[in-house]
């Protein structure tokens, strides 16, 4: 058995995640769309030192080839025809 306020945070946490787990595949993915969307840009985390080089790589990369670059309508038609 829990004790104290910590186990009570516990164990309301699992039982709130049981219940969100019950929730059907497109409830869930609401769910997570409409936390997403309560963060404001004030709340953002700022990215890791190991985020800001790989970002700085690929924008290099692309500035040396930008003929590889996909256009978004090619690369949505894509994930959508892989993903129905």
Do not use: C, F
């Amino acid at each position: 058995m829990t004790t104290g306020k910590s186990g009570l945070i516990v164990a309301i946490t699992k039982l709130l995640m049981n219940e969100l787990l019950e929730l059907s595949p497109e409830e869930r993915i609401q769910l997570a769309e409409d936390l997403w969307d309560s963060i404001g840009p004030e709340e953002m985390p700022s990215p890791t030192e190991e985020q800001i080089q790989e970002a700085e790589r690929r924008y290099a990369d692309h500035l040396r080839h930008p003929e590889k670059a996909l256009r978004w309508e090619d690369v949505k038609a894509r994930l959508l025809a892989r993903y129905r």
